[in-house]
């Protein structure tokens, strides 16, 4: 593990079957093309994990139906099914997407009448995507107070937020880093903020306020994947 991927990662090895979904959700989403053991082992290496561990993951995976595997002489290659695709297509927009100040509102509604869709807070309070009918509509143009937030956002989502956000600051320079280093600090860039983004609540970055910063946190992390934009399972595959 270099010292850059360990400053990522906290100096810790993430599961490795997460890992590998990281890795194909970056790299292979778009298309069905497979990806080799080989590959697959050489990757996982650079975090610390041995053949064996890879190979438990990779069973996992495609017990569950995220991979499927075929041989190509007498080598392994993986590949998403297509439940894995579209569970990673629909996660791309929020992992790779910019924050956009969608319209919000804090729906205030009779508490003995049905929940509307939304985020609960409390009984009778919800965040909409739209006004609902017979409620008090509030729109949300500024963070909820801490409270809220709270409620939303379980404190080690928090701190997992906070604790990247500086690794990525202090992140080292990365300009002279070989190829395949450059590869897998993307993927435990990506790794890392995923695990983040999806156990957020599906709304625009101000509504979390300071205590996540989540906007600057975002920015930061396009930052430096723009600066790793060159890789791709072509690059991969030929390392």
């Not at 909820?144 to 928090?158: A, E, I, N, S």
């Not at 956000?165 to 280093?181: E, F, M, N, P, V």
């Not at 599906?202 to 989540?214: F, K, Q, R, S, T």
């Amino acid at each position: 593990m270099t010292p850059s991927v360990a400053h990522i990662l906290g100096g810790d090895p993430p599961r490795v079957w997460s890992f590998i979904v990281t890795i194909f959700g970056d790299l292979a989403r778009e298309d069905e093309r497979y990806i080799s053991s080989r590959t697959l082992n050489r990757l996982t290496a650079e975090i610390g994990v041995k053949p064996e561990a890879t190979r438990v993951a990779l069973h996992r995976l495609r017990k569950e139906d995220w991979l499927e595997s075929a041989k190509f002489g007498r080598e392994s290659h993986y590949r998403l099914t297509n439940k894995g695709r579209k569970l990673s297509r629909e996660a791309a927009p929020r992992i790779y997407g910019d924050s956009f100040d969608r319209p919000l509102w804090m729906a205030l509604y009779d508490p003995a009448s049905a929940a509307p869709d939304g985020l609960r807070i409390l009984s009778g309070m919800c965040l909409v995507a739209q006004e609902q009918q017979g409620a008090m509509n509030v729109a949300l143009d500024h963070p909820l107070p801490q409270w809220m937030v709270d409620r939303l956002v379980d404190q080690d989502v928090r701190n997992a937020a906070k604790n990247l956000h500086k690794r990525l600051q202090t992140l080292a320079q990365i300009s002279g880093l070989y190829d395949l280093d450059r590869v897998v600090l993307r993927l435990s860039i990506v790794h890392e903020w995923r695990r983040i983004i999806l156990r957020l609540p599906d709304v625009p970055d101000h509504v979390l306020g300071d205590g996540i910063a989540l906007r600057d946190l975002r920015q930061s992390v396009q930052h430096l994947l723009a600066l790793l934009s060159n890789v791709s399972l072509d690059h991969v595959d030929e390392l």
